[in-house]
């Protein structure tokens, strides 16, 4: 059974920093490109950042410098890591794995939200 569950939300003051957390399970973790996204109330889900199983990774140009996006293939688990957070940051964050090896399987969570304010 594919599991994919993100934590680590929540408010935060402008400038401030949050560490997201996205823990998988039921597929092989390793083979996946995972990616977080996001969604703003009346906005577009975006993507944020992206890294696959090489370790490359790409930013939207709106969080680079800012945001940095890491995996721990032993645990299963994908991270963002917020800084300079911004009011206009403020979104629920969705983890997505994506793979494609004959068709395409991509897996979503639920979301965490994070809320920049002061």
């Known amino acids: 059974q594919v599991q994919v569950v993100e934590s680590g939300g929540g408010l935060v003051q402008p400038g401030g920093s949050l560490r997201l957390s996205c823990a998988a399970s039921?597929?092989?973790?390793?083979?996946?490109?995972m990616s977080w996204y996001r969604q703003a109330p009346g906005k577009e889900r975006e993507l944020v950042a992206t890294i696959n199983s090489g370790l490359i990774t790409t930013y939207a140009d709106t969080m680079k410098g800012r945001f940095i996006i890491s995996r721990d293939n032993a645990k299963n688990t994908l991270y963002l890591q917020m800084n300079s957070l911004k009011p206009e940051d403020t979104a629920v964050y969705l983890c997505?794995?994506?793979?494609?090896?004959?068709?395409?399987?991509?897996?979503w969570g639920q979301g965490t939200q994070v809320t920049v304010s002061s």
């Open positions: 997505n794995a994506y793979l494609w090896v004959g068709r395409s399987r991509s897996y």
């Open positions: 039921g597929f092989t973790f390793s083979n996946y490109q």
